[in-house]
């Protein structure tokens, strides 16, 4: 059961491979499992799952695979706890010298001597001074008479269920198509980061020093440099009102998370309605306009711009002049040109949407994908959007 419980996990989207097949044999001939079902599927998913979002995946591969394995596990335990019940009167009793010499046993020597006993047995014993078995001398077994000092074997079992543990399906909520909380936002958000060293007072290099402590045969080398500051500017635009309202608590989400991240040299907000028609706004009130020809003067080509919305309007608000909104004394352009512009100024851009991406053809959402590269506002999309982010254009 164990490479189909490997191809059910890779059948499922989890990436698991040679490496984590590996390591699994590895730790299951170590004995971490503990010889349990529960023990492996412990091992297993501490081995085998990299990311939240598979969790839920591997607790529905594993009832797949495993599902009814601990039914007959049990039947052959009942088998014997049955017997065990069982037990034989005592035969005889113990002479002084046999009790003597059980008493004499310390426990190491009678774990070892479990262990043989265990390995030559090979049926049912009642009585007598050597097998494991019931009414007997010896010192191991149930319902016997022997030393004060020996290895019970019966009573009471128990421990947790594995099936019962996988069934629960504690992850569902880690699947990578459900939106996101703040902690994962800002967990994905944290992918932006990137430092510069600045000179002045030198700070400690933990990696640094412990590479070069276990070069140094385990003698302690500090390594210093110069400390580091986040260079990371960010400019982040969300759509506000309308079609926007249904989404109103996932981007306030997405704000929280960028308000509260302390790893960006430098945070612009705005906000604006469907599209950006010449300006954008420091509230959601659409209060103190910002004109899109001063920030791109104050924004170099090296801030990232993240636009968040649902790029659903009507047609004439994206392909006519001015579209929705009209500014006097202002030239007056398409709100697709404006897009066009903030892209071709930022060298790193993207734009998230919390619609699903099953309705994002035949409408006004295509138009904008042929500007932006566009990702769904869930677990994974905002985790491959920071990542585009970091790439070369």
């Known amino acids: 059961m164990y ?4 191809y059910e996990l890779r059948a499922r989207g989890v990436p698991v491979g040679t490496t984590e097949a590996v390591q699994l044999a590895r730790a299951l001939k170590a004995g971490l499992h503990e010889q349990s079902l529960d023990g492996f599927y412990h091992v297993a998913r501490a081995l085998l799952v990299h990311r939240e979002g598979h969790l839920d995946d591997f607790d ?6 495993f599902r ?4 007959e596990s049990k039947k052959v335990q009942d088998e014997l706890l049955e017997w065990l019940k069982k037990a034989m009167p005592i035969a005889d009793q113990l002479t002084d010298e046999e009790r003597a010499l059980l008493e004499n046993l310390d426990p190491e020597e009678l774990q070892k001597l479990f262990e043989k006993r265990l390995e030559e047995q090979k049926e049912r014993h009642d009585g007598g001074n ?3 078995g019931t009414a007997g001398t010896s010192p191991f077994g149930h319902s016997g008479k022997a030393a004060r000092q020996g290895i019970r074997v019966g009573g009471p079992g128990g421990g947790r269920s594995a099936i019962k543990t996988a069934d629960a399906r504690l992850y569902q909520g880690y699947r990578q198509d459900l939106t996101l909380d ?4 800002q967990l994905a958000l944290r992918k932006l980061r990137t430092y510069v060293r600045i000179g002045g007072d030198e700070e400690l290099d933990l990696e640094g020093t412990i590479a070069a402590t276990a070069k140094n045969a385990g003698e302690l080398e500090v390594v210093v440099r110069p400390p580091r500051r986040p260079n990371t500017r960010v400019i982040l635009m969300m759509d506000v009102g309308g079609s926007m309202d249904p989404f109103a608590l996932l981007c306030s989400r997405l704000f929280s998370a960028a308000k509260k991240s302390t790893h960006f040299k430098e945070l612009r907000t705005y906000y604006f309605h469907n599209c950006v028609y010449g300006r954008v706004y420091e509230t959601e009130r659409f209060t103190d306009p910002v004109r899109i020809e001063d920030l791109l003067h104050e924004c170099g ?16 608000e994206l392909m006519s002049p001015g579209g929705a909104l009209s500014y006097e004394g202002e030239e007056r352009m398409e709100g697709i040109s404006w897009l066009m512009r903030l892209r071709n100024h930022f060298r790193k851009s993207v734009w998230l949407n919390p619609e699903p991406p099953r309705y994002w053809e035949g409408n006004t959402i295509e138009n904008i994908r042929g500007v932006f590269d566009m990702y769904p506002l869930t677990l994974e999309g905002l985790g491959e959007a920071m990542s585009h982010l ?3 254009r």
């Open 3 to 6: 490479l189909p419980f490997l």
């Open 301 to 316: 080509p090296h801030y990232k711009l993240i636009l968040v919305g649902d790029a659903l309007m009507a047609p004439y």
């Open 390 to 392: 970091l790439r070369t």
């Open 182 to 185: 703040v902690r994962q936002m």
């Open 68 to 71: 009814g394995v601990e039914v």
């Open 130 to 132: 050597k097998w494991i």
């Open 60 to 65: 529905q591969a594993f009832l797949k695979v």
